[in-house]
């Protein structure tokens, strides 16, 4: 739940020690204190604490056209631009006539320049939309005049939308949907905007900064990657051990098997999206199925879900079966569950899942689900799509394993191929993607966007590396990323090195270090350092370099590791290189 402002305010009495900083810059053209406050409280909720500069009231411009400004000055990594419609709508009521119809390019124009300005090129931009002003000058038939506020805000959001494709650090936070799901009332209240300049409302400021606030996190690679579903009166109504097959409740028809039918059209659309859906249900794994595979009026099918635990064991050593099998964290996780027995033995026992509280009638899940935002992103590539089938055979691979004494013999059994090349522009958004999203297996976790990335490919002093990985059961896609800078004429400095948790235990870690020693060689390189920066979630890497034989570096301020490339001997693997 989105807790209140007050719960904001509270929280930032109680902040923990030692939470991750985020320095944030706030500029808006309307009184933003309170927003600030919510945001600060909001960022506490989500486990960081915000060192926020927040502009003096209506000094946009100033702002960002001044560079001695204290925008530049403050060194913000993300800015939350926040232009409002009632400034908008002042303005265009201001204007000649003739110029009506060039708001939208007006402002678009200003943060386009935003976007291109190089002093800014580190910050991510954090943009608001516009919620719509009725101003009932054309009622209805502003729709055909160009130049009226109704059609110059609804181009401006659209043209915000493109321009965000366009540009990879900026993101918009789309307050026109909020004022769509809550209403104008809700988000705007008049008396108070006349007395304190403040257009949004009390009720409204943490629901504006929890969506600030998950794009934030999606950002710093805090987001949500896989949904687990319990399935009676969850997925169908009924329950399916009683009332068989043909009594669950599902159809398009007239009735409450619509609301389920269209809650699993939207999890149909999660899993299109990318995002793992698993099934974790007390039920015979046989009648469980027997939906997924017969019933006509099904949206999702066994090939939707990437782990099926069905058994009569408890909800939370089903999740945790899932968990180990996707080897990713529970806080990456979203259970949803109708009984909330069920939902209260998960939050307690396992720390970190989301768990929603569902309402009690099914009609409502879907309206409830949209207001919580919970797969917020800050990436999206055509690779996501195969996520769920991924997954579905690394069930298959660790199945297999246990029929191995050796896992010599197990690695040699799944005949691994790999292809290795730099960042090109087929695979710089999946790069982009996993700097974003790999949280255990990176060292450093430094975060790039496709910019970032496109401009380490064009530098000749930087290392760049891809690799792949197929196998018998299937293909991974783009799984481990390297990029190794020069430190100076005889070394290179692993700024990047991650990997997906999918391909653990493979020999991969050997694989890409003899291909890191070998474009070393090429490079005339004759050292090579790396570094580890310890967060809440790498402690799996924590002995990596030790572990690969690097040495560790005494009098640095930081974990740091060389490697004589010289007498380094390649380490066996399992896995061929494939030359495309």
């Known amino acids: 739940m989105i807790p209140s402002f007050s719960n904001l305010k509270k929280s930032l009495r109680h902040e923990?020690?030692?939470?991750?900083?985020?320095?944030?810059?706030?500029?808006?053209?309307t009184a933003t204190q309170l927003l600030a406050t919510s945001l600060r409280g909001m960022g506490v909720g989500k486990g960081f604490h915000i060192d926020l500069f927040e502009a003096e009231y209506n000094q946009v411009e100033r702002q960002f056209l001044d560079p001695s400004s204290e925008l530049y000055a403050c060194g913000a990594e993300v800015i939350v631009l926040f232009q409002s419609t009632h400034k908008l709508c002042e303005l265009h009521s201001?204007?000649?006539?003739?110029?009506?119809?060039?708001?939208?390019?007006?402002?678009?124009s200003f943060v386009t320049s935003i976007c291109e300005n190089e002093a800014l090129s580190g910050a991510k931009i954090i943009c608001l939309n516009y919620p719509e002003i009725e101003d009932s000058v054309f009622g209805s038939?502003?729709?055909?005049?160009?130049?009226?506020?109704?059609?110059?805000?609804?181009?401006?959001?659209?043209?915000?939308?493109?321009?965000?494709?366009?540009?990879?650090?900026?993101?918009?936070?789309?307050?026109?949907?909020?004022?769509?799901?809550?209403?104008r009332d809700w988000l705007f209240a008049p008396n108070v905007y006349v007395s304190t300049e403040m257009v949004l409302s009390v009720d409204a400021l943490p629901f504006v900064a929890s969506r600030v606030m998950d794009i934030v996190c999606a950002i710093r690679g805090h987001f949500k990657k896989c949904l687990i579903l319990d399935l009676d009166n969850t997925v169908w109504g009924g329950i399916i051990g009683d009332d068989g097959i043909e009594g669950i409740q599902l159809g398009h028809g007239l009735g409450i098997g619509k609301a389920f039918t269209e809650f699993q059209l939207w999890v149909k659309k999660l899993r299109q999206r990318g995002i793992i859906v698993c099934v974790a249900s007390k039920n015979d794994e046989t009648v469980a199925r027997e939906p997924f595979e017969?019933?006509?009026?099904?949206?999702?099918?066994?090939?939707?879900?990437?782990?099926?635990?069905?058994?009569?064991?408890?909800?939370?050593?089903?999740?945790?079966?899932?968990?180990?099998?996707?080897?990713?964290g529970f806080d990456s996780m979203v259970f949803l569950d109708d009984n909330p027995f069920e939902r209260n033995i998960v939050r307690e026992n396992i720390p970190g899942i989301t768990v929603p509280e569902l309402p009690e009638d099914p009609g409502l899940y879907l309206e409830y689900l949209y207001s919580q935002n919970l797969f917020e992103t800050a990436s999206y590539s055509s690779a996501d799509k195969d996520r769920t089938k991924q997954y579905q055979l690394e069930a298959q691979r660790v199945q297999l394993a246990r029929t191995f004494t050796s896992e010599a013999a197990f690695l040699q059994s799944l005949s691994m191929v790999s292809v290795v090349s730099g960042f090109t522009p087929f695979n710089m958004p999946r790069v982009a993607q996993l700097t974003q999203r790999s949280n255990q297996f990176n060292l450093r976790t430094v975060r790039y966007t496709e910019a970032d990335i496109a401009a380490m490919a064009a530098d000749p002093e930087v290392v760049d590396l891809s690799f792949t990985l197929e196998d018998r059961f299937g293909d991974n896609g783009l799984i481990s990323v390297v990029v190794m800078k020069r430190m100076d004429a005889d070394t290179l400095f692993i700024d990047t090195w991650l990997m997906s948790c999918r391909v653990l235990k493979r020999g991969m870690e050997n694989f890409v270090l003899n291909k890191m020693v070998e474009r070393a060689r090429q490079g005339g390189y004759h050292r090579i350092v790396g570094e580890y920066l310890p967060t809440p979630k790498n402690?799996?890497?924590?002995?990596?370099?030790?572990?690969?034989?690097?040495?560790?570096?005494?009098?640095?301020?930081?974990?740091r590791y060389a490697l004589d490339v010289d007498s380094y001997q390649a380490r066996e693997g399992f896995i061929r290189e494939l030359r495309v």
């Open 294 to 328: 017969h019933h006509p009026d099904m949206v999702l099918r066994m090939d939707d879900i990437a782990v099926f635990q069905a058994n009569w064991e408890t909800k939370v050593d089903n999740i945790r079966t899932i968990q180990r099998i996707l080897n990713i």
């Open 539 to 559: 402690k799996m890497v924590e002995h990596h370099y030790t572990d690969l034989g690097f040495q560790p570096l005494t009098d640095t301020a930081t974990a």
């Open 94 to 108: 201001q204007l000649p006539a003739e110029r009506q119809a060039t708001l939208a390019d007006e402002r678009l």
């Open 16 to 29: 923990p020690p030692g939470l991750p900083t985020v320095k944030m810059a706030l500029v808006g053209d």
């Open 141 to 183: 038939y502003a729709t055909k005049v160009p130049s009226s506020l109704t059609y110059q805000v609804r181009r401006l959001n659209l043209e915000l939308m493109n321009l965000s494709q366009r540009y990879a650090n900026l993101f918009i936070c789309d307050m026109a949907a909020l004022q769509n799901k809550f209403g």
